[in-house]
């Protein structure tokens, strides 16, 4: 097996895998540029989350999916936080996380602007995939550090033992892997 299919709102995908270390592997699921599953999974998230304020996502692959399910939830603006600070941000505040999928620390900003559209509002922290959850709870830091308040978290896959969590809206499960002595990656969970 090379790589792992997966049906999301309908929709399939082939995901490739990435070997994390030796012993683990993560299906590579991108959703930043795939307008069509895009399409299918918001309004599924948005009926889930219901009522909120604004949504939050972190830069970058979860941009279209917030973009989209604000719309779907008739909401005029979402917020992004950004991973390195602007020339244009004023009163900025940071978080550092570091990410299954990413090689070294990185830093989350939210502009002073930012801060002032969502605090004291009831936010929903939305990305692509939630595993570690490291990332999700960096938002939830950054986000509470700005005055709002975390009412909901949401994606669309649930990878691991993400997917047992009763503090996450998620549509579909997806597993991480491992190579066995023949090179085929096999589920552990």
Request: aromatic share 6%.
């Amino acid at each position: 097996m090379d790589h792992y299919s997966i049906e999301v709102a309908g929709v399939k995908r082939d995901l490739p895998f990435v070997d994390i270390s030796d012993d683990l592997a993560y299906a590579s699921f991108v959703v930043i540029s795939d307008t069509e599953l895009v399409s299918k999974a918001a309004p599924l998230l948005a009926e889930k989350i219901g009522r909120c304020d604004m949504i939050v996502t972190a830069e970058a692959k979860g941009i279209a999916l917030a973009y989209e399910v604000s719309r779907q939830l008739g909401l005029k603006k979402f917020i992004v936080a950004r991973k390195s600070e602007k020339s244009y941000m004023k009163n900025a505040v940071s978080i550092s996380v570091r990410s299954i999928t990413t090689v070294s620390v990185q830093n989350l900003y939210l502009d002073g602007s930012d801060i002032e559209a969502i605090k004291g509002k009831d936010v929903c922290i939305i990305d692509d995939v939630v595993s570690t959850g490291d990332s999700l709870k960096a938002m939830e830091e950054l986000v509470k550090k700005a005055g709002a308040n975390v009412i909901r978290k949401a994606c669309i896959l649930a990878e691991g033992k993400a997917a047992e969590r009763d503090d996450l809206i998620y549509l579909e499960k997806l597993p991480l892997f491992r190579k066995d002595a023949e090179g085929e990656y096999e589920v552990v969970e």
